[in-house]
């Protein structure tokens, strides 16, 4: 059995939960003031997402803002940004404009924030 400290994001409250963690599940939280708060921490443990930013090169110069269309798995961050480390796109670009197709296998898309001219 393992104990985590976590500050849950759900309101602006930030409620410290304690969340007892068996076998990689939260079976047990205290100090938490909603459902909305346990449902956060429960993913929190068993599996967290995060939304992914980021900037891609521009051939010619210059980068282009980017981010998934939806949260990828926490631990996959390193390997998602690696990935666009590598990767030159031409311009022109446009905000919205798909740049990868399923990020590594992960069901999401890289979409540009904003725009470039070519």
């Given amino acids: 059995m393992e104990v985590r400290e976590l ?3 759900v309101c602006p409250v930030g409620c ?3 969340v007892r963690v068996e ?3 939260a079976v047990a939280w205290e100090g938490l003031e909603c ?3 346990e449902e956060y921490v429960r993913r929190e ?3 967290p997402l995060r939304d992914f930013f980021t900037v891609v090169r521009v051939r010619g110069g210059g980068v282009v803002p980017v981010r998934s269309t939806g949260p990828i798995p926490r631990e996959r961050l390193l390997e998602a940004s ?3 480390a590598g990767l030159e796109v031409e311009g022109p670009i446009r ?3 798909v ?3 399923n990020l590594l296998g992960m069901g999401v898309d890289v979409v540009a924030t904003g725009e470039v001219e070519g």
């Fill in 35 to 37: 459902r909305a708060g």
């Fill in 7 to 9: 500050t849950c994001l």
């Fill in 95 to 97: 905000v919205g404009e």
């Fill in 82 to 84: 690696r990935e666009l």
């Fill in 99 to 101: 740049l990868v197709r």
């Fill in 23 to 25: 076998g990689g599940r």
């Fill in 45 to 47: 443990v068993e599996l």
């Fill in 16 to 18: 410290r939960a304690r």
